[in-house]
């Protein structure tokens, strides 16, 4: 199944959510650093890594991982990854 971008932000969302319950996910520029933003230690991290894998049904190995610096990046590649 292809996953949208609106559907892979809602999933960066849910993912960020779990971890940092109190995130202004919606306020986050697309650009802007995750890791940052959200205050993620590297366990943070490797939940957000599982969280999206589990919703999106997509692997994702550890040479994935600049591609999720950012909601823009991230929402790209599952968008490219999910079709």
Do not use: H, N
Request: aromatic share 6%.
């Amino acid at each position: 199944m292809t996953t949208t971008p609106a559907q892979a932000r809602t999933m960066v969302g849910t993912a960020i959510l779990r971890i940092v319950p109190d995130a202004d996910v919606d306020g986050v520029s697309p650009d802007a650093d995750l890791r940052q933003t959200f205050d993620l230690d590297s366990l943070d991290f490797l939940s957000f890594v599982e969280l999206l894998t589990q919703q999106s049904g997509v692997r994702i190995e550890e040479d994935d991982y600049p591609e999720l610096a950012t909601m823009a990046s991230t929402q790209a590649f599952l968008a490219r990854r999910s079709g």
